[in-house]
């Protein structure tokens, strides 16, 4: 049988925790970027990176997780939550797959006292099959849907006027529209500067 280590670190090299969730897939929310907002905009979130690593030393499995405690002494012990924002990401070459990994992560929560364990799906894709057998409560999240198989001036025209007129003033603007999911040296500069931002208009002092 093949043995896997499991490991989980409170820091990391940003570039290569990046390019590591990068190669098996992952996303914005699973990088180190991410991790320095939650930290920015909680200030009782701790990040874990997680490593699922084979008996060659491969990583096959990787998570980013959030410590949180109530701020009181007395009800820290009572209040653990480790949280994930994306559902971990894990080598097809793993045989029990996220299975697997995901009673490690219960395993892991427990043994630091947490009560509660939540993995959420942000450009996750896959997982609810696995997470429904666990035995984890699902909760179905909607928030829009868009029939795209109309054209691109069609869709446009469909919307409200309010929107089409943001959306030119934007491009007036220099806004430029791309996409980017995987994670990226680029990505995640753009993604700190995004959030930068963000926290300022949102009155959060950065931390970092």
């Known amino acids: 049988m093949t043995t896997r280590e499991f490991h989980v670190r409170k ?29 920015a905009a909680d200030g009782h979130a701790v990040p874990r990176f997680i490593c699922l690593n084979d ?5 096959v499995g990787a998570a980013l997780g959030f410590q949180v405690r109530s701020g009181r002494k007395l009800l820290a012990p009572l209040t653990g939550r480790f949280w994930l924002a994306a559902v971990p990401l894990v080598s097809s070459e793993v045989g029990d797959g996220l299975t697997g990994f995901v009673r490690e992560l219960e395993a892991y929560a427990r043994r630091t006292g947490n009560t509660e364990l939540d993995i959420h799906s942000s450009a996750s894709f896959s997982g609810r099959q696995e997470l429904d057998m666990l035995g984890f ?14 054209s691109e001036d069609d869709l446009f025209k469909s919307m409200e006027q309010k929107r089409r007129k943001n959306v030119r003033k934007a491009a007036r603007s220099g806004v430029v529209r791309s996409e980017e999911r995987r994670v990226g ?17 949102d009155n959060h002092r950065l931390l970092y």
């Open 185 to 201: 040296k680029e990505g995640r500069s753009r993604w700190s500067a995004y959030h930068e931002n963000k926290i300022l208009r």
């Open 137 to 150: 409560g699902l909760t179905d999240r909607f928030e829009f849907e868009l029939d795209l198989t109309p």
């Open 11 to 39: 820091n990391v090299d940003a570039d290569q925790w990046d390019a590591q969730v990068g190669s098996l897939g992952g996303s914005i929310h699973h990088s180190s970027a991410f991790a320095r907002y939650i930290v």
């Open 55 to 59: 008996d060659t030393g491969n990583l």
